[in-house]
Antibody, heavy 124, light 111 residues
Framework: QVQLVESGGGLVKPGGSLRLSCAAS????????MSWIRQAPGKGLEWVSY????????YYADSVKGRFTISRDNAKNSLYLQMNSLRAEDTAVYYC?????????????????WGQGTMVTVSS | QSVLTQPPSASGTPGQRVTISCSGS????????VNWYQQLPGTAPKLLIY???QRPSGVPDRFSGSKSGTSASLAISGLQSEDEADYYC????????????FGGGTKLTVL
């Protein structure tokens, strides 16, 4: 079945780095734009980053620009998020999510498949 | 402070109809489609409504969405106890720094 499974979360000190992974299965990963979305404890959803199917188009939220890098390996059906210079406010559950339609721009799209999330805690 | 504005809470009794509002601006809701997500306690969000008023397969027709100008609404009719969850609206924002924006979420309580 269509599935996304995140991994790589954990406890890291402020200023540290972490790399999250998202393994996709059950669909043609290389067709779809993908995103990372996070949720701080007890808070709402915050979009983090977005990558096109080929990786040629990438967007970041202002809050992570210059610190986080999104990438993908279509041969491995995997999405990644490299997080550097981590801050306490980056503490959250990080979800990867797939676009509903492939080949459709984000303004007309939605997130239809979500992973179960991986927890990132930034604390000394 | 979320870009899209939702009431923090809503409530209703079983069988009632409840609506949740989502207010934005010309750069997001005013020019792009709105999606709604349902998040049950301890689970990942689930797509509930896309393209303003479309339901994915498997979503009951008790859930409906609408959009007018820079605002959108989610309506739930025939409220059931299993509808108790957090609901989020979302839209693409075409401002200087393009991005997805979410509402702050509405916690729906079934009394």
């Amino acid at each position: 079945q269509v599935q996304l499974v995140e991994s790589g979360g954990g406890l890291v000190k402020p200023g540290g780095s972490l790399r999250l992974s998202c393994a996709a299965s059950g669909f043609t990963f290389s067709d779809y734009y993908m995103s990372w979305i996070r949720q701080a404890p007890g808070k709402g959803l915050e979009w983090v980053s977005y990558i096109s199917s080929s990786g040629s188009t990438i967007y970041y939220a202002d809050s992570v620009k210059g610190r986080f890098t999104i990438s993908r390996d279509n041969a491995k059906n995997s999405l990644y998020l490299q997080m550097n210079s981590l801050r306490a406010e980056d503490t959250a559950v990080y979800y990867c999510a797939r676009d509903l339609w492939f080949g459709v721009p984000p303004k007309e799209n939605a997130f239809d498949i979500w992973g179960q999330g991986t927890m990132v805690t930034v604390s000394s | 402070q979320s870009v899209l504005t939702q009431p923090p809470s809503a409530s209703g009794t079983p069988g009632q109809r409840v609506t949740i509002s989502c207010s934005g601006s010309s750069s997001n809701i005013g020019s792009n489609t709105v999606n709604w997500y349902q998040q049950l306690p301890g689970t990942a969000p689930k797509l509930l409504i896309y393209s303003n008023n479309q339901r994915p397969s498997g979503v009951p027709d008790r859930f409906s969405g609408s959009k007018s100008g820079t605002s959108a609404s989610l309506a739930i009719s025939g409220l059931q106890s299993e509808d108790e969850a957090d609901y989020y609206c979302a839209a693409w924002d075409d401002s200087l720094n393009v991005s997805w924006v979410f509402g702050g979420g509405t916690k729906l309580t079934v009394l």
